[in-house]
Nanobody
Framework: VQLQASGGGLVQAGGSLRLSCTVSGRTFGRYDMGWFRQAPGKEREFVAAIRGSDRHTLYGDRVKGRFTIVRDNVKNTVDLQMNSLKPEDTAVYYC???????????????????WGQGTQVTVSS
């Protein structure tokens, strides 16, 4: 499966951005989707995920309450709505896909097989 992330950009602290990931293929509804981010010199960090089977969502502690992940199985997209952005949210954001994830594995990048190319999000103070 191929993933294409978009929507990144430069925003002031306190602002909002919406990232979108478009997925190729006719079985998008079966995929579990995740968003991760990586800042320079840091490890890839889990942001949010949503399962295809039951739309169960999971969020990283640092974004909980500020970010929302949603999927549209008709448009084959998974979006990440990011509100109340902080400078520490600055990173390259990646979308990823997998299948048949259990809840305990949704936050691990090792659980995801397919990755998009990433989109830069920069939050200025």
């Amino acid at each position: 499966v191929q993933l294409q992330a978009s929507g990144g950009g430069l925003v002031q602290a306190g602002g909002s951005l919406r990232l979108s990931c478009t997925v190729s293929g006719r079985t998008f509804g079966r995929y579990d989707m995740g968003w991760f981010r990586q800042a320079p010199g840091k490890e890839r960090e889990f942001v949010a995920a949503i399962r295809g089977s039951d739309r169960h969502t999971l969020y990283g502690d640092r974004v909980k309450g500020r970010f929302t992940i949603v999927r549209d199985n008709v448009k084959n997209t998974v979006d990440l709505q990011m509100n109340s952005l902080k400078p520490e949210d600055t990173a390259v954001y990646y979308c990823a896909a997998s299948q048949r994830l259990i809840v305990s594995s949704m936050a691990s990048p090792l659980s995801y097989r397919d990755w998009g190319q990433g989109t830069q999000v920069t939050v200025s103070s």
